[in-house]
């Protein structure tokens, strides 16, 4: 039975962050299939670790120092999934070599910390990262602890850019209409201004890295 459509998702884990996806997937001849992907995902902070501070019998919520933004990344592609080898039987693997490219949107959320600027150890206020408060962002005993979620919704600024992929994917599922696939890839986006994540470290305008990701779905 010949299927014409597919959709999926999944989750990627990569050697700089993670991200969860969906494609949808239109057949167009016997072994290309064009897909329409969609990703979003973050950046965490490296290679710093997140660290809290002590009051009495409780910790303030973690946070990473030196952190200025938080990077997220969404990205919409196309691409096509060439297949390389069928399935032999029913309990055999399809192979493919998928390959895409699109838009990336770069979204950075302002990184608050909580700042107890008089040093008397008591709560503090909620603060971003500043050129003129740089000393006082940067001074571990002035900091209380990291705001978590809670912050930096109503900021979000934008950097638009470009992306692609180029991997491998293996596809074990138990029938032609149903996708279990792992996909193993390497990934590279360029922004069009470098990125600020952590204030002491050198800012990236290109990100290269290297991802295995998990996906289920169905044919139809």
Known sequence: FIFDHEFSGGVRLSTDGWSGFLEYGRRKNDVITTIYPFDIGALPSRPAPKTSYQIGYFSTAPYVFGKQNIFYQAKLSIGQRHIIGGKSNKNGVEVSAVYQGGISAGILRPYYLEIDASGSGEEGVYEKYS????????????????????????????????????????????????????????????YTKKIPIMI??????????????LMFGKRW
């Open 131 to 190: 050129s003129s408060d740089h000393d006082t962002f940067l001074n571990p005993g002035l900091i209380v602890g990291g705001a978590g979620l809670k912050k930096g919704w109503n900021e979000l600024s934008v950097v638009p850019g470009l992306q692609a992929r180029l991997g491998m994917r293996f596809d074990w599922g138990a029938s032609n209409s149903m996708i279990s696939a792992l996909e193993v890839s390497i990934n590279g986006e360029f």
């Open 200 to 213: 002491l470290s050198k800012n990236q305008q290109f990100f290269f890295n290297a991802s295995v990701g």
